[in-house]
């Protein structure tokens, strides 16, 4: 069956430290999302791609990147991890555009020390 | 699995009876509002959308209404099962087909 997994799915880093969190989906989506989900804030959009080289910036895009050289991955990059990144991370994908159904993987908890 | 312990507007609903859970949205120009499920420990999960033209729209034991001319979105679960508790998300696709989240309502199921 079709799925989108995460790794790791808990990570402990230092402050200052490059984390990166994988994504992987093998449903062929053409559209992939990274999300943060904090107390109070529900979830926020950190970076989102439409295709293969495409990247555009969420709400909360500072001190995050992502690349996308494949349709199936979307990696997550901390360039400098802060405290204030320690967070949930989702990421999700859609078939196309406007798709309002996404899949989301189960998440990783990161904790920033 | 993740979650994450949000301090939310809680529901508390008697297993058997229906819920209405509700939700405020502010983009006027939303082509869809859609209804997201998320189990402790899980990514959310997609239950119903409503497109921006309809005001009621309904699923298996799921109803969602949309009442435009005071920017109100509601989903409404008949008969209550314990699978139900949960947090849930309100959403609408803003332009180019981005997904922005409300900040969730958590329904408890009492047996």
């Known amino acids: 069956d079709a799925e989108i997994t995460q790794s790791p799915r808990h990570k402990i880093t230092e402050t200052g430290r490059q984390v990166t969190l994988a994504c992987h989906q093998t449903?062929?989506?053409?559209?992939m999302f990274w999300y943060r989900q904090d107390l109070g804030h529900g979830l926020r959009l950190i970076h989102y791609?439409?295709?293969?080289?495409?990247?555009n910036k969420g709400e909360v895009s500072d001190g995050y990147s992502v690349s996308r050289s494949n349709t199936e991955d979307l990696p997550l990059t901390l360039e400098s991890a802060a405290s204030s990144q320690t967070s949930v991370y989702f990421c999700?994908?859609?078939?196309?555009?406007?798709?309002?159904?996404?899949?989301f993987g189960q998440g990783t908890r990161l904790t920033v020390v | 699995g993740e979650s994450v312990g949000l301090h939310l507007p809680t529901l508390s609903v008697q297993e058997g009876d229906n819920s209405i859970i509700n939700c405020a949205y502010s983009?006027?120009?939303?082509?869809?509002f859609i209804w997201y499920k998320q189990e402790s420990g899980k990514g959310p999960q997609f239950i119903i959308d409503?497109?921006?033209?309809?005001d009621k729209r309904q699923g298996q034991r799921v109803t969602v209404l949309l009442n435009k001319t005071v920017k109100h979105l509601s989903l409404q679960i008949a008969a209550t099962q314990p699978g139900d508790s949960a947090v849930y998300f309100c959403?609408?696709?803003?332009?180019?087909?981005?997904?922005?989240f409300g900040k969730g309502n958590q329904v408890v199921v009492i047996p």
């Open positions: 999700a994908s859609s078939a196309s555009r406007g798709n309002t159904e996404a899949f």
């Open positions: 983009n006027s120009a939303s082509d869809y």
């Open positions: 409503i497109r921006s033209n309809m």
């Open positions: 791609s439409y295709g293969v080289q495409d990247t």
């Open positions: 449903w062929n989506h053409n559209n």
């Open positions: 959403a609408e696709i803003l332009a180019q087909g981005r997904l922005a």
